[in-house]
């Protein structure tokens, strides 16, 4: 059974400054993502990183987020600075060991198959 664990979400004030991290095991071996929900919205791809570091980051938050993975801890993190309203969500983390995700017309395209169970990141 593959467990995915979400932290680091909270409320904040626009312009400050979330790290969101999810634990696993054996990270150097999966494709891996940050997803986000919004109420009455779907389930978007923010951020999306391989095992070579190759990085994926959705318009809206280039430049303001930043996704890494630390192997040795096998934790995943998204570093998101200059929050905004539109930024409130329920935050997940996703993975997969051998399905690539990939980009179409910008977005993120993939159907990770492990979830976390999400963090919430509310921003006034």
């Known amino acids: 059974h593959v467990q995915l664990v979400e932290s680091g979400g909270g409320s904040v004030e626009a312009g400050e400054s979330l790290r969101l991290s999810c634990v696993g095991s054996?990270?150097?071996?999966?494709?891996m993502a940050w997803f986000r929900e919004a109420p009455g919205k779907g389930r978007e791809g923010v951020a999306a990183?391989?095992?070579?570091?190759?990085?994926y980051y959705t318009d809206s938050v280039k430049g303001r987020f930043t996704i890494s993975q630390d192997n040795a801890r096998n934790t995943l993190y998204l570093q998101m600075n200059s929050l905004k309203p539109e930024d409130t969500a329920m935050y997940y983390c996703?993975?997969?060991?051998?399905?690539?995700?990939?980009?179409?017309?910008?977005?993120?395209?993939?159907?990770?198959?492990?979830w976390g169970q999400g963090t919430q990141v509310t921003v006034s």
């Open positions: 990183i391989t095992g070579a570091d190759v990085t």
């Open positions: 054996d990270f150097s071996r999966y494709y």
């Open positions: 996703a993975r997969d060991p051998s399905n690539a995700w990939s980009v179409v017309d910008g977005a993120l395209f993939w159907r990770p198959r492990y």
